[in-house]
């Protein structure tokens, strides 16, 4: 880089600038569907009713149409207010075919609600948008007694959506002056502390611009960029922060020339930085194998910032260290020109757990125990009405709906069956308990062999029981008969879920481990970092439990309690911390490496670890907690999820495994801990992070 400095420079300046052209467009470009599970019946359903009922899919908006005043909606100013909702309907050539209210079954048996059903003419993504342009002049035809509230599927996307947004922008405005505030502190210097940001909001405004650009290819959900967002910058600054240390140490410490200080940079902490990269990498890219378009768009999204971000730590950042040399010290703190390499305070740290190592470990293991013991309560289910705000119009025509066409009117479900089986799928469905009522069977719009019938179920749809009724019909209802529905999707991609997290675990679990084993080339350490990273992961969640679940600090928060984690958090997240703990666990053992590389004595491998990694990843811990908390604090209860539960497991993961619980375990397992059996290093790359 050093060598290539222009070259390099041009090459970023370029990249920046052409994708950055596209970034503002991201979140007009992107989507909130494709929550669902390919392959499944619901989605079948799905396609049958767009197909061939003029798009009466759970995708279809529902305009919900109220007279306030207790008169007759289809009469007087509801009348015309119904008219020109249609007009405005038709006129979207997303939209198929509009279903005026149909007594005893989208009109109220009191007649102050009414409901038009605008058929899906487009995909999922589509409707979406489609939902976020007619929302807001549907609203308006709003006049004196009557109110207009657009609901279903496709509003509660895009209502959820602009709710995202609003809470994203504010959490940036919290959470940059305080990264910085702290990148100050640990740095000791203004224009050091400043790189990190710099190099990260780099390598966000390449990433945008990439999701934007792939949308044109494959649906790209915008919770890929909402996530990457938060996620990307707090390992951007992780891994500069990481690089950035050790270059000031290699130039104030050790007094070695631009040159040779970057050249030892990368060697050591760049060879870290790239193998933690590869950890995160993988641990996401096993999230691809849950078959839903909206977690293989999030994991794609958040994994394409992380090469960005990635690729600026290093290429641009050794560049700018090296152009910079010692102004990166400029604006400084008046400690800053004492900065070893090595901390003071971390080593004695360290010589205090290799006295103690057991009392130490023991009350660092006991808490994440404590903490990880209500995780076997946990309940998951699909994320319910009570994300979005009380005054969305989703949800504001949701509980009208509800008001009055019964618990399960928004929930209806979609049976499509050829006719010969309409009679016996009808004779089912009104003896089902779970069902309220059904619509008689409507022939096919085009004529084919199917009827669609519509049922309303007797419980909310986020109610549990939904599910067993669900299964009864599909398991009583005729062989031709598909069950669908908003909510069905939403079961279906559950189960999805459920069946699909043993297998992401699993394999996230055995490709870190062999990751820090070809890393490390020392199968102990290896396997008790991938084990304590587990343990930091299972206390995340177990708090998750008690804040979400329970509902403790809800108020406080700002959200209300569903009862449940949403059911995608297990999966995802799990991804998303491990990557995160692994991160921490090679800053550490590579440091730990090093030392024993040099001196083959145990205790030097964990003394100087900590001494020479301690302060780095007690500074990235606090800007990733800083970073996931501000989160937290604003906006839709999914967001809030993320920012507690990566928060939380980066508080746990960096104070209690890394700094105390991981060195223990290299204390205690001694040589035994870098040992490797001679035929697995005759097959092992040498890898070594020692400089000479």
């Known amino acids: 880089m050093a060598e290539h400095a222009r070259g390099t420079m041009l090459v970023w300046l370029l990249v ?17 569907a494709g929550w669902q599970a390919d392959g499944s019946e619901s989605v079948a359903a799905r396609d049958l009713a767009q197909q061939h009922f003029g798009g009466n899919a759970s995708s279809a908006i529902q ?11 289809t009469q007087g100013a509801g009348k015309q207010v119904l008219a020109e909702a249609t007009r405005m309907l038709e006129a ?8 005026q209210p149909q007594p005893g079954a989208t009109l109220s048996r009191d007649g102050s609600t009414a409901i038009l059903l605008a058929g899906a003419g487009a995909d999922t993504n589509e ?32 209502d959820f959506n602009e709710a995202n947004l609003s809470a994203m922008l504010k959490s940036e405005m919290f959470s940059w002056p305080v990264t910085l505030a702290i990148l100050v502190l640990a740095f000791g210097a203004l224009v050091a502390a400043g790189l990190p940001l710099l190099l990260t909001l780099s390598g966000l405004v390449a990433s945008a611009g990439s999701l934007v650009l792939i949308n044109h290819l494959v649906p790209v959900s915008i919770w890929a960029m909402n996530f990457a967002m938060m996620f990307a910058l707090a390992l951007g600054i992780d891994y500069a922060l990481f690089l950035v240390v050790r270059f000031r140490a290699a130039r104030m410490g050790d007094h070695d020339s631009p040159r040779q200080a970057i050249a030892e940079t990368m060697d050591t902490a760049g060879k870290a930085v790239l193998l933690s990269g590869a950890t995160v990498l ?5 999230v691809m194998l849950v078959p839903s378009p909206s977690f293989r768009s999030m994991a794609g999204g958040i994994m394409l910032s992380v090469v960005f971000v990635l690729a600026a730590t290093l290429t641009l950042l050794p560049l700018v260290l090296f152009r910079l040399d010692e102004r990166i010290n400029k604006l400084s703190l008046p400690w800053v020109h004492t900065g070893e390499h090595a901390s003071p305070k971390f080593k004695a740290w360290g ?15 006991v808490v994440l125990l404590a903490l990880a013991a209500p995780v076997l309560g946990l309940k998951t289910a699909m994320p319910s009405i009570k994300v979005l705000p009380e005054d969305a119009s989703a949800r504001v025509g949701y509980d009208l709906v509800q008001q009055g066409f019964g618990d399960g009117a928004p929930g209806t479900l979609t049976i499509v069956t050829d006719k010969a089986d309409a009679a016996a799928a009808s004779e089912v ?4 308990p779970g069902v309220a009522g059904a619509l008689p069977p409507a022939p096919a719009a085009d004529g084919t062999d199917h009827v669609l019938i519509q049922a309303v179920p007797t419980v909310d749809p986020s109610d549990p029981t939904l599910g067993d009724t669900v299964d009864r019909l599909r398991a009583d209802l005729p062989p031709s008969a598909v069950v669908g529905g908003a909510a069905v999707e939403n079961l279906d991609l559950k189960s999805q879920l459920d069946a699909s997290t043993p297998l992401v675990i699993g394999v996230i679990l055995t490709l870190g481990f062999l990751l820090l084993l070809v890393a490390l080339r020392a199968p102990l350490i290896a396997l008790l970092g991938t084990l304590a990273s587990l343990l930091s992961t299972a206390a995340a969640f177990g708090v998750a439990r008690l804040v979400f679940q329970e509902g403790w600090g809800a108020g406080f928060l700002g959200f209300e309690s569903q009862g449940f984690l949403d059911a995608w958090a297990p999966v995802f997240f799990f991804a998303m911390i491990f990557a995160i ?22 205790r030097d491998a964990m003394v100087g670890s900590l001494a020479h990694s301690g302060r780095v990843i007690f500074a990235a811990g606090a800007v990733m907690v800083a970073v996931f908390f501000t989160f937290a604090l604003s906006g839709p209860l999914p967001p809030k999820e993320m920012g507690i539960v990566l928060g939380t497991a980066v508080l746990l993961d960096a104070f209690l495994v890394r700094l105390i619980l991981l060195p223990v375990l290299l204390r205690l397992t001694g040589k035994a801990a870098w040992w490797v059996p001679g035929w697995l290093a005759r097959l092992l790359p040498d890898i070594r992070f020692s400089h000479s």
């Open 351 to 365: 010589e205090r757990l290799w006295r103690r190592p057991v009392a130490f470990g023991l009350a660092s293991l």
């Open 63 to 73: 305009v919900v149409v109220h007279a306030t005043d207790g008169q007759p909606v």
């Open 282 to 286: 993988i641990s996401l890219s096993a």
């Open 429 to 432: 469905l009104s003896g089902d």
């Open 16 to 32: 920046v600038v052409a994708l950055g052209a596209f970034a503002p467009r991201v979140e007009a470009e992107l989507s909130g």
């Open 92 to 99: 979207d050539s997303r939209i198929a075919e509009v279903v």
């Open 581 to 602: 703990a692994m991160d921490y666990t090679v800053f550490l053992l590579a440091s730990a490496k090093e030392h024993y590389e040099h001196t083959g004595d145990p």
């Open 127 to 158: 409707m979406v948008r489609a939902a976020t342009d007619l929302k807001g002049p549907l609203e308006d035809l709003s006049a004196r007694g009557i109110q207009v509230n657009p609901t279903g599927a496709s509003l509660l996307w895009s």
